[in-house]
């Protein structure tokens, strides 16, 4: 029997039926419709079996627009959709900030690049110093 993952191999590599263990993927980062950075990711693993990521939209779920994607070159078509607020909605006491990459729950917030990495900081800053000059004013 051909697991899908055989048929995933098959389909992107040809003859092979399985993936090569070390086998990574790039990625790039686009924020509105600017590539702002590139990673690699490996192979990932839900319920115990390797399948090539998916790339991600962040999708707010207040004005409906979509501000950010990762995209997976070898894998376009598969699409996981993130609701996120974007930078405009999010509010500093949300349990993940809107308008970032940063995710507590990926192991791919470690491959992220430290650009992108340091803006989002930033950004997560100027939330605390608006929250804190509300409650000094």
Same mark, same amino acid.
């Given at each position: 029997?051909?697991?899908?993952?055989?048929?995933?191999?098959?389909?992107?590599?040809?003859?092979?039926?399985?993936?090569?263990?070390?086998?990574?993927?790039?990625?790039?980062?686009?924020?509105?419709? @600017?590539?702002?950075?590139? @990673?690699?990711?490996?192979?990932?693993?839900? =319920? %115990?079996?390797? =399948? +090539?990521?998916?790339?991600?939209?962040?999708?707010?779920?207040?004005?409906?627009?979509?501000?950010?994607?990762?995209?997976?070159?070898?894998?376009? %078509?598969?699409?996981?959709? #993130?609701?996120?607020?974007?930078?405009?909605?999010?509010?500093?006491?949300?349990? +993940?900030?809107?308008?970032?990459?940063?995710?507590?729950?990926?192991? %791919?917030?470690?491959?992220?690049?430290?650009? +992108?990495?340091? %803006?989002?900081?930033?950004?997560?800053?100027?939330?605390?110093?608006?929250?804190?000059?509300?409650? #000094?004013?």
């Amino acid at each position: 029997m051909t697991t899908n993952m055989q048929v995933a191999a098959q389909a992107l590599y040809g003859s092979s039926t399985s993936v090569p263990k070390q086998m990574s993927f790039a990625v790039s980062f686009i924020e509105r419709s @600017t590539i702002c950075g590139h @990673t690699e990711w490996p192979l990932q693993n839900s =319920h %115990e079996q390797q =399948h +090539i990521p998916y790339s991600r939209a962040y999708f707010c779920d207040n004005c409906g627009d979509i501000w950010a994607r990762l995209l997976v070159h070898d894998n376009p %078509e598969a699409w996981h959709l #993130i609701y996120r607020k974007c930078r405009r909605h999010t509010h500093v006491l949300s349990s +993940i900030a809107g308008g970032t990459f940063f995710d507590p729950q990926l192991q %791919e917030n470690f491959d992220i690049p430290k650009h +992108i990495l340091a %803006e989002d900081f930033l950004f997560l800053m100027s939330l605390y110093d608006k929250l804190a000059d509300s409650y #000094i004013s």
